[in-house]
């Protein structure tokens, strides 16, 4: 059974901080999504990656893929009060439909 | 292109009551799937359709839970008889096979009382 590890749960950070969240994931996969969930509202995806050592960055947010290590990070840089939401990394299982970690509710402070 | 289309997206019933939760994927979007997400929870899948067959339901509590994906276009998910337990947000999504993107909803908030 694919299993989805996030940690931490809960981060609280300053404004200005940087800080990276991580994602296990107990099966062979090569593909991994994040997304991110403000409060009462749907999924927005954020990274989509597809391979081996894949990278990808948006503004403050970049994500990256350790296909060996079932592992993906999402480091924060220079976090702005905008990026508080709760973030979810999520894995195809052998039908392709996503499996999805706990989720990590992230709160920026000043 | 226009999103998934979910409706209602809010419901509060009463207890052992029924409801049901309608779905309208992407146009041409072969796979559907709906997930429940219980508040401070990821979603958890309920039901993976492709087109009007299921591909996955091994986490669908079909005592309470039906789902039918009549035509391989629309679905509706149905709860009956709610129990409280039942109260979370019901997500639908939909990709297309062989792709990479799968398309969120915004969800049905269900309340039960």
């Known amino acids: 059974e694919l299993k989805v590890e996030q940690n931490p749960l809960f981060l609280s950070m300053q404004e200005g901080k940087n800080y990276t969240i991580y994602c296990n994931y107990s099966?062979?996969?090569?593909?991994l999504y994040w997304y991110r969930q403000d409060p009462g509202k749907s999924l927005e995806s954020l990274f989509v990656l597809l391979s081996n050592g894949a990278v990808k960055q948006e503004g403050r947010l970049m994500a990256s893929l350790d296909t060996k290590a079932r592992l993906s990070t999402l480091h924060i840089t220079a976090a702005v009060h905008d990026l508080s939401a709760t973030y979810f990394c999520?894995?195809?299982?052998?039908?392709?439909?996503?499996?999805f970690g706990k989720g990590t509710s992230l709160l920026v402070t000043p | 292109e226009a999103g998934v289309a979910q409706s209602p997206r809010y419901k509060i019933i009463e207890k052992r009551q029924s409801v049901a939760f309608w779905c309208n994927p992407i146009?041409?979007?072969?796979?559907l799937y709906w997930y429940q997400q219980i508040l401070g929870q990821g979603p958890k899948l309920l039901i993976q359709f492709q087109n009007n067959g299921v591909v996955d339901d091994s986490q669908l509590p079909k005592d309470r839970f039906s789902a039918e994906r009549l035509k391989g276009v629309d679905s509706t998910l149905k709860i009956q008889p709610a129990k409280l337990e039942d109260s979370a947000v019901y997500l639908c999504?939909?990709?297309?096979?062989?792709?990479?993107?799968?398309?969120f909803g915004p969800g049905t908030r269900l309340t039960v009382t």
């Open positions: 999504a939909s990709s297309q096979i062989g792709r990479q993107f799968y398309y």
């Open positions: 999520a894995v195809p299982n052998s039908g392709y439909a996503l499996n």
């Open positions: 099966t062979t996969s090569d593909r």
């Open positions: 146009s041409g979007h072969a796979t």
